[in-house]
């Protein structure tokens, strides 16, 4: 039984930060990943990571420019940390070798990104995710001493004692299925977000929320789960991202009529509105007639200089001659709002910390509310890093002078049986992707960028017969080495808690704020919503509660751009 300090569950940005952080406190470390780190979803970043680091900014500016993006929804304690802490963090990547664009002064350089009032989004071309996530993977080979890397292990479920601590987790090698119940002191959770619950998305195949269904079921909290952001530009039908870098550079938005409609919907920032108010537009365009007949609209990234392009858009130039058969250099893309990140998730303070003792969560699974109703472009690699970070150093004091407890294998016996009843079901029913291609149809048309009671009615209702359809699912591997069809079955039933969790609270906030619109209540309802919908798993399903929003110096407002 493998015995650690600190387990990670995930390895993407927030899950490599806390390994670093905890491993530089000199207690041991294992890190998780049903992937080989470098495959993780961190890689898909493309645009940027924030920081006031600018002589003419300032941490407040980034801070209210983060609080007003996120609908006031945002716990402002958390973000004044996330914002403060943000310049060292940048500097700190960029002494350990990441190769942040630098202008013709050789100064770090910057690019604008939607909702913020300065440019202070650094970067690396369009690949920063992976160039970050490659630099900090070096540095998990400078700890090999302390931290032990388990890749291509898919995590089942958390241990806990008799006392409700976790004190471990249990998991299952890709390579031969073997089981093994990993022992720790404490356990963070960064196994990133939920995207592939809706279809099609920005996230990879991955990106099934796991880590937020294990700590739901294992008596943590979850929060703000009804907020999903859209992302304005991204490809119709297969979901691949166009970074907001594009628009950051300089690009426009054109509806069917050549009209640069941003005009209408947000005249001072145009298209670098934040991205809830930009997806609406988009949207709006579309429903009302003035789209293209694909149901799209357009971004002409042509009034960018062509050389400008190819350094800082190189990766968006490929996806569009592979995946669109377009030269953007040459002729406007056709673009639509899809399904991008979860601004909720895994409830914790400002240290990671959970409602389960010795659990933590960081990254997209956590939800310490720095983006509340709608997260700003470049605040996600900056939360990974800021609370992946925290919570590795709390996780590593919480663990210190602590003896390993004891933990019963029963644990590892239930999930055993559970994997092999999966193996074993007769083949009849439903195919697991089929019930999976019902499930993201079904939250991208109900549960998406405008959505009514009815709608959000209809998708939990859907959402419910599928969880009954898919303990019956079969699959066809029946085999051990690398058997993609039973972690596919374990994927779907933690992605249909997770919907049955946001339809719930979507159809609860009854108002509009940042991504959750509302057509039957389309106004903002501070008096009655500013607060949290807390999620808690009650028997087999989700039971509300509520929780104040933490308010520091920044009092709502009404939000323009």
């Not at 991202?241 to 947000?266: D, Q, V």
């Amino acid at each position: 039984m493998p015995d650690h300090d600190v387990l990670v569950i995930g390895a993407g940005l927030a899950g490599q930060r806390a390994a670093l952080a905890a491993a530089e406190h000199g207690v041991s470390v294992g890190i998780i990943s049903k992937v080989h780190p470098i495959r993780s979803h961190s890689n898909a970043a493309q645009g940027g990571i924030n920081a006031a680091l600018a002589v003419d900014d300032s941490w407040e500016s980034h801070a209210f420019d983060t609080i007003k993006g996120s609908d006031y929804l945002s716990d402002q304690d958390a973000v004044e940390i996330m914002c403060r802490e943000a310049p060292n963090e940048l500097l700190h990547l960029e002494h350990i070798g990441v190769t942040f664009h630098r202008n013709e002064k050789g100064e770090l350089g910057t690019r604008a990104f939607g909702g913020a009032s300065h440019a202070r989004t650094y970067y690396v071309a369009d690949i920063t995710g992976q160039a970050i996530m490659h630099t900090l993977y070096e540095q998990l080979m400078k700890y090999a001493d302390l931290i032990d890397r388990y890749e291509e292990w898919f995590t089942t479920e958390l241990a806990l004692d008799e006392d409700g601590n976790c004190v471990g987790a249990v998991t299952r090698n890709i390579k031969d299925g073997s089981m093994e119940l990993f022992r720790a002191k404490a356990v963070i959770l960064a196994s990133g977000g939920n995207g592939q619950i809706w279809h099609p998305t920005t996230n990879a195949l991955i990106c099934t929320g796991d880590g937020i269904a294990m700590a739901y079921r294992a008596g943590a909290k979850l929060m703000d789960m009804e907020m999903i952001q859209y992302h304005p530009t991204t490809l119709r039908g297969k979901g691949f991202l166009i970074t907001e870098g594009a628009r950051g550079e300089g690009a426009h938005l054109l509806n069917a009529k050549g009209e640069r409609f941003m005009e209408k919907y947000a005249p001072n920032k145009m298209e670098l509105a934040s991205r809830d108010v930009v997806s609406r537009a988009e949207q709006t365009e579309i429903n009302e007639g003035r789209g293209f007949p694909d149901g799209t609209v357009a971004l002409d990234i042509t009034v960018v200089p062509r050389k400008r392009i190819h350094e800082a858009l190189r990766e968006i130039v490929l996806v569009g001659r592979d995946f669109a058969g377009v030269d953007i250099t040459r002729e406007p893309i056709h673009i639509k709002p899809g399904n991008h990140y979860t601004m909720g998730g895994i409830k914790t303070d400002i240290w990671g910390r959970t409602d389960v003792k010795g659990l933590y969560a960081a990254g997209e699974a956590a939800c310490v509310s720095v983006h509340g109703g709608n997260r700003l472009g470049a605040n996600s690699l900056l939360d990974t890093l800021i609370f992946g970070r925290r919570s590795g150093e709390d996780a590593a004091k919480h663990a210190a002078g602590r003896g390993i407890d004891r933990v019963s294998r029963t644990v590892l016996e239930q999930e055993e049986r559970r994997v092999q009843a999966i193996i074993g079901r007769e083949r009849s029913g439903r195919r697991v992707s089929e019930i999976k291609a019902e499930l993201g149809e079904t939250m991208d048309s109900k549960v998406a960028v405008f959505r009514d009671e009815e709608g959000i009615q209809s998708a939990l209702d859907t959402v419910r017969r599928l969880k009954e359809e898919a303990d019956g699912a079969w699959i066809d591997d029946r085999g051990t080495i690398f058997n993609q069809d039973v972690l596919g079955a374990l994927e779907l039933q933690n992605m249909l808690q997770q919907a049955e969790a946001t339809c719930m609270a979507a159809l609860e906030r009854k108002e509009s704020r940042g991504a959750q619109f509302r057509t039957d209540y389309p106004e903002r309802n501070d008096e009655e919503w500013l607060k949290h919908i807390d999620v808690s798993l009650n028997g087999d399903g989700p039971e509300l509660s509520y929780s104040p929003v933490t308010i520091t110096d920044w009092q709502p407002q009404e939000r323009t751009y």
